[in-house]
């Protein structure tokens, strides 16, 4: 620092003659320091006012620095008594949204541990022509000064690009966003949809089966042998018998459903009721209940029986990310059987991702070495007007885009396979006799267990007492 310090420096007889100091400039021209040979008191004001201005220091003396080394306090470091002011980056632009971005779908846990399903807000609805979002683009920045009173110019804010997605237009300056249609919005992934919201009374062999490309909200009950399709999500206010309900996005029953064993759901995301008694369940994501009666499940994510008397007894169940239940069977030792893990159908298909993903690279290798060989012959200007070389580049690079696919999958899959081997099956409370657990295709049925974690230990079904149920 004091060699920085000294750079530029300059030394100084006060009028007195007896007292000498020094003035230096730091490198980036911003710190003026000074430092008395002797005592201040024997200098004047004047004395530093002229060696100020023959060093060309205009801008940033502090009078007070001044008048303390004038004072005789001062020691012999040098003091710093002028500061530039630096110049300042402009804001960064950034994105005012005038709906919630941040809408949590799924059930709340009440203090009591309770689950509220009747009160969860699913949806964030908009109207045509509404006001979404405002740009406010980046600053331009503060012009900074140095001692010698030379402006430093300031960078302007980063701007942010346009929010990409569908469902609505902006105005002609990108500032301003608008819905282009009344119905449902999200923003995700820095990704804005404007989707179309239908919304019924109820649904029942009367009304017909209804398939929406869109979001569908049921205020009443769905009843039996209806099916109900949507591209996106659907929430169901009311009771549901046994229908099919499939949808591309997560599903909410706030009730229930009972199918009598002939009702079918299905979604890709995540799907969440008060209860599911006699239903086929397969999700994409996460399944949630207070409890599951006689049903046939299929998450693959995790299954988890919440509220305070949450249980899952009788038919089966596949969490393939694990369960999380306070209770699992019933006192009279309904069977059940709970299964989490790998199968042989992801096994397989990592195996088939693997193959694909030798033979595209082998393909992308050939389709390469005949594109470069063509470039040789007849030199990379004259490619422009072959048809075989356009022929054969548009072939590269459609195999090249499907090999970085192929390799992204296959390392999603490698992923998931790793967090299917730690699957396991967490009790907060009772899981009864008649309850089958299986791991990663071995079975284990137990007796009667308390507040327990069943998961693999080094190829082996392990048993361990949840501390965290205490």
Known sequence: MENENRRNMKRFTGSSGSTSFFLSINATKMEAYIQI??????????????????????????????????SGKHGKDPILFAKGVPAQTGEDGWFEFFFRTNLEKKPKILEDGSVDYLNVEWFEVVEEGQKLVEY?????????????????????????????GKGFTMSDDKLFYYAEMGGRIEFKNNRMEVMRLLVIDELSLVTGNLDFDGSVQVKGNVGSGVTLRATEDIVIDGFVESANVICGGSIMFRLGMNASGEGFVKAKEYIAGKFFEAVSVECGGEIQADYFLNCTLLSREQIIVSGKLGSIAGGSAYAMLGFVARNAGNRIGLSTHLRVGANNDIILEQMEIEEKLKLTAKEVEKLKNAKDELELQLGREECQHSEKYKKISGLYDERDKLLLDLYVKSDDIAAYIAKLKKAQIIVYNTLYEGVTCEINNQKYVPEQLKNAIIKMVENKIAVFENRAAK
């Not at 600053?139 to 942010?160: H, I, M, S, T, W």
């Open 37 to 70: 040979l002797g005592s201040g008191q024997e200098l004047v004001i004047d004395d530093i006012v002229s060696a100020v201005k023959e060093m060309g220091i205009t801008r940033g003396v502090s009078r007070k620095i001044v008048e303390f080394i004038l």
């Open 136 to 164: 406010h683009p980046a600053g331009e920045g503060v012009v900074g000064v140095n001692v010698f009173g030379e402006e430093l110019p300031a960078k302007k804010g980063r701007d942010k690009p346009p929010i990409k």
